[in-house]
C-alpha cells in the first residue's frame, strides 16, 4: 500500500502496490512496489531500473520495453494483443516467454511477477 495526499482537498487515498522483480542482465535483481494499474514498464520506468528504454512511452510501437517472464508467470499473464507479437519480432533475441513490458497492466493477481531484462533493446 501506497499512502498520498490529494494536494487539493488533503483527502488520504491508499493506492495498492504490487511487488514485481526486474532482473537485469547483470544479474542484478531490483524488487520494486508498482502501483496497481500501471504497466510493468511504467514501474521499471518510475524506479530507475536499468535496460528498460521505453522509447514510445507505452504506444507499441518500439520494442524497448522487451523483458522476458519467468516460464510459471506465463499463464496468469493477459493474452498478447495483436500488435504485440509483430512488435517483439523486432525485440532484441526474443524468445517464447518474451513479452512487452508495456502490455502488462499491474494488478493483485500480479504480485510477486519475475521479469528478466535483456542485454540490450532494439
Ligand atoms: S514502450 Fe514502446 S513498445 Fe512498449
Redesign the pocket.
Same mark, same amino acid.
Given at each position: 500500500m501506497f499512502l498520498h495526499t490529494c494536494p487539493i482537498f488533503f483527502h488520504d487515498y491508499i493506492y495498492p502496490m504490487t511487488k514485481i522483480t526486474y532482473i537485469t542482465h547483470e544479474n542484478k535483481s531490483h524488487t520494486v512496489d508498482v502501483q496497481n494499474g500501471l504497466t510493468v +514498464?511504467e514501474g521499471a520506468v518510475q524506479n530507475d531500473i536499468p535496460g528498460i528504454d521505453?522509447? $514510445?512511452?507505452?504506444?507499441?510501437?518500439?520494442?524497448?520495453?522487451h523483458v522476458y517472464v519467468k516460464e510459471d508467470w506465463l499463464d496468469k499473464l493477459p493474452k498478447k494483443e495483436d500488435g504485440e507479437e509483430d +512488435?517483439l519480432d523486432m525485440a532484441f533475441e526474443p524468445k517464447t516467454n518474451s513479452r512487452?513490458? $508495456?502490455q502488462l497492466t499491474v494488478s493483485d493477481e500480479l504480485d510477486g511477477l519475475i521479469v528478466n531484462i535483456p542485454s540490450k533493446q532494439t
Open positions: +514498464m521505453a522509447d $514510445c512511452g507505452g504506444g507499441m510501437a518500439c520494442a524497448t520495453c +512488435m512487452l513490458s $508495456c
